[in-house]
């Protein structure tokens, strides 16, 4: 006989503001993440009368479904099942500005917001720590690099230990700025994910290894190593045939000393450039590789050239219950 799940109070409103992410950062491969500060915000308010409601704007607004299939509220109804409890009635408003299919972390700010938003409504005695929210959206994303900097914030380095996911967090160096150009063209996570090889040579690996471990001290304590220790070995020129003008980006700006990556499965590319005047220079090459429009907008070219920061506080949720 199937578990009786108790209906989730009616008459309540919560929202969540989650960061959008960029994983690998290079080396780190399925194990590092940055949270920047590029937001998705979600809406929901319960009834009790079983409707499901949408309201999308921004980002992908006329591609997500509008059911139950929308993976907001697959995330919400997974959550509340596991803790035995269900929606009956779900007003849902998703303003998002994270873009979709171009390795910002988009659906795992939408696993984070459907979760957190589920949390916050249930009764208090039933609610779980951040760390069970943490390992069930990384459970259900199937990788922690992109939900651990959306829950959390700064830069996540993330691990799986008997059978569960761990994460630890912290500020980058002030001086760091990423800068994001963000293609009209999407790629998919699986797409990319297939072009990897099922093993890498031993000397790839090592080489890897080491340049993971010098990017963590170069983000903390050294940024003017960012360039050495952003050089990837095992998965960027794997997958560059699927995202050829993203490569070329990427070849550019470290040619110019600038320490760029190509953000999680791409294609967006990341620059973590370090103080105003290496911004500068990587917005000027970035903007420099898109088409101009007659107007000579170069952001409505190829490429969108965005100047963000590193959010410290990670996703943000607020309740409102009616009386």
């Not at 697959?74 to 009635?89: I, P, T």
């Not at 799986?160 to 967090?169: D, L, P, W």
């Not at 967006?268 to 898109?290: F, N, S």
Request: hydrophobic letters at 50%.
């Amino acid at each position: 006989m199937a578990e009786q799940l108790t209906p989730l109070a009616a008459g309540q409103h919560v929202s969540v503001h989650v960061p959008a992410t960029s994983a690998n950062l290079g080396p780190g491969f399925d194990s590092l993440g940055l949270a920047l500060t590029l937001h998705d915000t979600l809406s929901l308010e319960t009834f009790d009368d079983g409707r499901l409601a949408f309201d999308v704007r921004g980002e992908g607004a006329e591609d997500v479904p509008q059911d139950a299939s929308h993976l907001c509220v697959r995330a919400f109804d997974s959550f509340l099942a596991s803790v035995g409890f269900a929606r009956v009635g779900l007003s849902v408003t998703a303003e998002n500005a994270i873009p979709h299919g171009r390795g910002l972390g988009s659906s795992a700010a939408a696993i984070v917001s459907g979760i957190l938003a589920a949390n916050a409504l249930l009764p208090e005695d039933a609610q779980r720590s951040a760390r069970e929210l943490f390992e069930f959206a990384a459970a259900m994303e199937g990788h922690p690099d992109n939900v651990a900097p959306a829950l959390y914030g700064g830069l996540a380095i993330s691990w799986s230990q008997e059978g569960a996911f761990r994460t630890v967090t912290f500020a980058p160096d002030a001086s760091v700025i990423p800068i994001v150009a963000i293609p009209q063209f999407t790629l998919s996570t699986e797409l990319a994910r297939g072009m990897l090889p099922a093993q890498v040579p031993h000397k790839d690996a090592a080489a890897n290894s080491g340049r993971t471990a010098l990017l963590i001290h170069a983000v903390r304590e050294a940024p003017e190593l960012l360039l050495p220790a952003t050089e990837d070995l095992l998965h960027q020129h794997y997958r560059a045939p699927a995202m050829e003008a993203s490569a070329e980006l990427v070849r550019t700006l470290r040619a110019a000393e600038i320490a760029a990556v190509v953000s999680g499965a791409g294609p967006t590319v990341l620059a973590l450039t370090v103080g105003a005047e290496q911004a500068a220079r990587a917005e000027k090459i970035m903007a420099g590789t898109a088409a101009a429009d007659d107007a000579g907008n170069a952001a409505s070219g190829l490429w969108r050239v965005l100047r963000l920061n590193v959010d410290a506080d990670g996703a943000k949720v607020e309740v409102h219950r009616r009386k």
